[in-house]
């Protein structure tokens, strides 16, 4: 039986386990239940009804939150004279080729999301199974391939608070929507947003409810349930 500290028994008693709470209402207590000395991640986890061994049931996307995730974002672009200097001006943090993928290559991984030009795609194939057990090896499927033109864009957006989802092999997706220290409401706008993303993204030959139940938590706090029908209805700020 797993046992919990007198702070963490304390704080989940605050937390009705028998109901469902509206999403704003739950956001609202994931802040009163929130006590640790640091601030706090706030995350959702969702049980979806696809079936991740089928490649069309897979669920992956990305979406920019209106108010960031609250935390710096180190971007890496990988990228010759196709575009090197378009991502140093918009704020990557690295850019280059050979010499960043020795430093990868040496166990270096001091960074948050990683871009590249197609050019240079052939080049970085080998640090597939580096990157790729961390989700930081660009693909065009998650809109890390990014063509020269577009990334001055993709960089903004990934220190904006671009953030990338999608199903496990347990069919579940989880992510963050901001810090504790957010307010209520800008917690609602990216909670709306991330969600209003990920069900325009159902698989159309998922039959059945899509989402099957979501769970808010912080960093340190508990669990507290969701009601499917409102969390559904969310959409982003306009």
Request: aromatic share 4%; charged share 25%.
């Amino acid at each position: 039986m797993v046992k919990h500290s007198k702070r963490f028994s304390a704080v989940a008693e605050k937390v009705d386990l028998e109901r469902s709470y509206e999403p704003e209402e739950a956001l609202a207590l994931v802040k009163e239940v929130s006590t640790a000395k640091f601030d706090e991640t706030v995350e959702i986890h969702l049980r979806t009804n696809v079936d991740p061994r089928h490649a069309d049931q897979m669920v992956r996307g990305v979406t920019v939150l209106p108010h960031g995730l609250g935390k710096q974002v180190r971007v890496l672009v990988f990228a010759g004279a196709d575009g090197a200097e378009e991502a140093r001006a918009a704020g990557a943090d690295y850019v280059g080729e050979d010499d960043l993928i020795a430093q990868i290559e040496g166990g270096w991984m001091e960074f948050e999301v990683g871009l590249a030009t197609p050019q240079v795609m052939p080049k970085i194939g080998k640090l597939g199974r580096i990157l790729g057990r961390s989700g930081l090896m660009p693909n065009p499927r998650s809109g890390t391939m990014v063509q020269p033109q577009d990334l001055a864009r993709a960089v903004q957006e990934a220190k904006a608070g671009r953030v990338e989802y999608r199903t496990d092999r347990t069919a579940i997706i989880h992510s963050a929507v901001g810090k504790v220290s957010f307010s209520t409401e800008q917690l609602t706008e990216n909670l709306g947003s991330l969600i209003d993303a990920i069900v325009r993204d159902r698989p159309s030959s998922v039959k059945g409810p899509f989402l099957r139940s979501a769970y808010l938590t912080s960093s340190m706090g508990p669990s507290i349930s969701l009601d499917m029908s409102a969390l559904q209805a969310m959409k982003g700020p306009e």
